[in-house]
């Protein structure tokens, strides 16, 4: 089907230094003819795990402030612990306490949660990765005639008779279901040719003879690039991701032809052109997230100011996007670019103002900054972002977001300018800059600072905290927030957080039951001061098996293949907490009869239904007896030996169970709760009663744990 072209071009105004560095032109045709089959086993079947067999040392680096010891570790209760939880007044808590953090990390996008299927379709890094000759033909890049100014870089094929073309092996590999997959690409020919077929096919890589289905697309004859477009079907489903996406001759004439932006896309969430896979979406909507920075993160500085993410240049038709070397050793497509990323995060958290949209602002991760005098360029350039995104209709900016698809604005809150810009030392000139400029045009906006080294904090601005360490690391932030002042109008997110190593400091490649308890106690001593502390993001979020990571974890891995998703034992335990923080919520007043550690724990009412959550956490390997004055119906629980985790090979080790629940000797309830265990009790106010609507304390400080 011959379908009209979308826009080749779009008058974006860009900054005068704001070209992407795109790869050296290609000066010749660069050519495989003497082949390169395609591959017969596709996806890479083996996931490296090494576990110390007995962890153990002492503490490693942080990333972040505040310092780790706030709790004393040192001490150690066997209980059993009583919790007397009052159900009157209390702090209002964060309604947008549980977030994600999302960045182009491990192919998490572009191979991930970016539902297109071809690897290096437009071939942006001028590579031909993930692209073979089938049946001898020849191909090669080329830059002769350009699709467009931002893919310069076309495939050359040389087809000299039937069943001669190229394939695609997919991110390591390639799922076939009985779905309807959109095929589009780009092509032109010679004058010359007339009446040219292709076939386009998804075909089993082992048996390359076996199609699970195909179609004939006719190539219009000529020098002009033409957009096509087809439809694949598969009757049923392959049984694994081994396969391939091939374009054949079905024509006995010869024919070269150039191709660009070859697309296969499958369904995506809510139907999106251009969206997302659905069931990684449906993981991160199962944890009930209320929170949503983008689009990062490292990812949003680049190595260079050149290489910098620019907004610009990610918006508009996909014949647009240059693409650009993206910070973790790979080539971005920007295929889910600015409009892309704010829909997503719409679609997970909702329109009422839970996006976080991180903004440049001047340094980039090689250590290069823009200096204090040439700065306003890159002010001016976030302004006419923010335009895009907040602004009219009818505005210049806001004009482009209507050709785009969308009319309103989208109810962007807070913006956070910079990352992690501790690292640098010339956020000193930059923050008010930045700050004092989108203020002034934006005032009613939440504006968060990414360090406190060398500026003050205007009331009104949060600050943004990163943590990666061990699990006693995270134990000793379980405080850390209890002193913070309550009365310089500044509050606090934490948008990274993640324990990445075993005791012994060696790097973990997946969450594991300590690590998550250590996660959960931090989690639990932020929600007890979530009148300041305003959300908690896990981060890296999504990652790729087949890629490189470093051996470190991941709360959710995954591959072409929507069955071998993993959800970690982090996952789990984040689930749990987040699902049970309800959206009006006041944090209580607890004591309890022992000092913390290893036990920690916090209360929150649910202002609406009347109902407690007790959460309580055990980082220690020794069961524990718990209970409280509240009558409590039900308990779930994440539990595990110190080191279980889910893995490829075992991805139900952990998960979230029911915990029985016992009458307590006061009438209330009592559970045991297992070593390296993460519970919520579920209970009734006092006497059952419903509390209605609770004043709020305004001030007030919670009673804390003894002997801290």
Not at 89 to 114: A, P, R, T
């Amino acid at each position: 089907m011959l379908a009209q072209a979308p826009l080749l071009a779009s008058s974006i105004p860009l900054l005068s230094n704001s070209t992407t560095t795109l790869p050296s032109p290609l000066s010749t045709t660069q050519s495989t003819c003497a082949g390169s089959a395609p591959p017969t086993n596709v996806p890479s079947t083996t996931f490296p795990v090494t576990v110390p067999a007995q962890p153990g040392g002492t503490s490693g680096p942080v990333i972040g402030q505040p310092a780790w010891d706030y709790t004393n570790l040192n001490q150690t209760n066997n209980g059993p612990l009583h919790l007397s939880v009052s159900t009157t007044g209390g702090n209002k808590s964060s309604l947008l306490l549980y977030g994600v953090m999302l960045e182009d990390i491990d192919h998490s996008i572009d191979g991930g949660l970016y539902a297109e299927t071809i690897q290096n379709r437009a071939f942006q890094d001028r590579t031909m990765e993930g692209w073979y000759a089938v049946n001898g033909a020849c191909m090669g890049l080329t830059t002769e005639l350009p699709l467009s100014d931002a893919l310069p870089n076309s495939l050359r094929v040389e087809m000299k008779g039937p069943g001669e073309g190229f394939a695609n092996e997919g991110w390591w590999g390639l799922s076939v279901r009985p779905v309807a997959y959109n095929i589009s690409f780009w092509a032109r020919t010679s004058s010359d040719v007339k009446n040219f077929t292709v076939k386009t096919a998804l075909i089993s890589a082992a048996d390359q003879s076996h199609e699970w289905v195909s179609t004939e697309v006719a190539l219009a004859g000529g020098p002009d690039w033409t957009y096509y477009t087809a439809t694949l079907t598969p009757a049923i489903a392959a049984p694994d991701t081994n396969n391939l996406f091939v374009i054949t001759s079905t024509s006995s004439q010869s024919a070269t032809v150039q191709f660009n932006l070859i697309s296969l896309f499958p369904p995506t969430y809510n139907n999106r052109t251009n969206g997302v896979r659905p069931d990684l979406m449906q993981n991160l909507l199962d944890l009930n997230l209320k929170h949503c920075r983008i689009p990062g993160g490292n990812n949003l500085e680049g190595q260079t100011v050149a290489r910098r993410w620019k907004w610009n240049e990610t918006i508009g038709p996909l014949t647009t996007r240059p693409g650009r070397p993206g910070d973790w050793g790979y080539y971005n497509t920007d295929g889910m670019g600015l409009f892309e990323w704010l829909t997503f995060c719409e679609d997970l958290v909702g329109a009422d103002g839970g996006t976080i949209l991180g903004v440049y602002a001047g340094y980039s991760l090689g250590g290069e900054s823009v200096p204090e005098e040439a700065l306003q360029p890159f002010i001016d350039d976030i302004l006419r972002e923010l335009e895009y995104v907040l602004g009219a209709p009818d505005s210049a900016y806001g004009s482009l977001r209507v050709r785009d698809g969308r009319t309103s604005p989208w109810n962007v809150q807070y913006i956070e300018i910079g990352n992690e810009d501790w690292f640098s030392n010339t956020y000193a000139y930059r923050w008010p800059a930045f700050y004092q400029a989108l203020k002034a045009t934006y005032p009613d906006k939440t504006f968060i600072a990414t360090t406190t080294k060398g500026i003050q904090l205007p009331a009104g601005v949060q600050f943004d905290q990163h943590f990666y360490g061990d699990s006693r690391n995270f134990l000793g932030l379980f405080s850390a927030w209890d002193t913070w002042p309550r009365d310089n109008g500044t509050d606090v997110i934490v948008s990274e957080y993640s324990v990445q190593r075993f005791d012994n400091q060696t790097f973990s490649p997946w969450p594991f039951m300590q690590a998550s308890v250590a996660e959960a106690v931090m989690g639990l001593g932020i929600e007890r001061n979530s009148d300041v502390v305003k959300t908690q993001m896990y981060a890296p979020f999504l990652s790729n098996l087949h890629y490189d990571r470093e051996g470190k974890p991941r709360l959710i891995s995954f591959d072409a293949d929507p069955a071998q998703t993993v959800l970690s034992s982090s996952y789990w335990v984040l689930k749990l907490l987040a699902s049970t923080h309800p959206a009006d919520a006041r944090v209580l007043e607890v004591e309890g009869s022992v000092p913390v550690h290893p036990l920690y724990w916090t209360a929150s009412l649910d202002v609406g239904t009347a109902a407690v959550y007790v959460k309580v956490a055990n980082a220690g390997e020794g069961e524990q007896v718990v209970s409280t004055n509240l009558q409590c119906g039900t308990a779930s629980v994440v539990e595990g030996e110190k080191l279980a985790r889910n893995t490829p090979e075992e991805k139900g080790t952990v998960g979230i169970e029911e915990l029985e629940v016992g009458t307590g000797e006061d009438g209330g309830s009592r559970v045991t709760m297992p070593g390296w265990s993460v519970a919520v009790l579920t209970c009734a106010g006092v006497d059952g009663c419903p509390r209605g609507n609770l004043p709020e304390a305004p001030g007030a400080r919670l009673r804390q744990p003894t002997s801290l």
